[in-house]
């Protein structure tokens, strides 16, 4: 098993440009989410998914839109990107059995010109 | 929603010392809160949780206890080693799915 896969590792982007940053996983987990990490600001949500086609906003969902059209895919989309969008991005999926273990990918470092 | 605040933000205790990380979190209902270890350039990993029905939990060199009537959780690390060294990370949850986490704590350990 991969587990759960991101890419691309990095990406540097202008102010208004768009991206796609790919998030797999081959766990069969129904949960799906999004966080950015921020110095000093922790883990926010930005938005999550709890099985296919259906997804709902977290903490910061501003600025991205999710899909999710299958179990194993959950990209996030910048539609115009903002220098406040410049973040380590982390997928994560779980078993959303009440509560469980959140497996996190690689991380995606974005930067915004 | 839930509110999760953890201190300190950065914590240096020398090797073989204890560290300890606090939690308070907001909302009632929560029932589940695990720890995350960050290392650095790295993705953050469970290393410990506790449900909300046990006080205590142990696992070798790491333990959290949970005050549900204070609604605060700790994580203890006894005879620390450098390579505890990391950012970590409280959370909690309620029956939302919506894991909140904590701002870190960054554990430098000195040899």
């Known amino acids: 098993n991969a587990g759960v896969t991101q890419t691309p590792k990095f990406q540097v982007l202008k102010t208004g440009q768009s991206m796609t940053l790919q998030c797999a996983q081959d766990?069969?987990?129904?949960?799906m989410s999004w966080y950015r990490q921020d110095p000093g600001m922790g883990l926010r949500l930005i938005h999550y998914s709890v099985g296919a086609g259906i997804t709902d906003q977290g903490e910061v969902p501003n600025g991205y839109n999710v899909s999710r059209s299958t179990t194993e895919d959950f990209p996030l989309r910048l539609l115009s990107a903002a220098p406040s969008q410049t973040s380590v991005y982390f997928c994560?999926?779980?078993?959303?059995?009440?509560?469980?273990?959140?497996?996190f990918g690689e991380g995606s470092r974005l930067t915004v010109l | 929603g839930e509110n999760v605040e953890q201190h300190p933000s950065t914590l240096s205790v020398q090797e073989g010392d204890s560290a300890v990380i606090k939690c308070t979190y907001s909302d009632s209902a929560s029932n589940y809160f695990p720890w995350y270890k960050q290392e650095l350039g790295k993705r953050p990993q469970l290393i410990i949780d506790?449900?909300?029905?046990?006080g205590e939990k142990k696992d070798q060199r790491i333990a959290v206890t949970l005050n549900k009537t204070a609604k605060h959780f700790s994580l203890h690390i006894t005879e620390t080693q450098p390579e505890d060294s990391a950012v970590y990370f409280c959370a909690a949850i309620a029956g939302n799915e919506k894991l909140t986490f904590g701002t870190g704590t960054r554990l430098t350990i000195i040899p």
């Open positions: 506790i449900r909300s029905n046990v």
């Open positions: 994560a999926s779980h078993t959303g059995s009440g509560a469980g273990e959140l497996f």
């Open positions: 766990m069969n987990h129904e949960y």
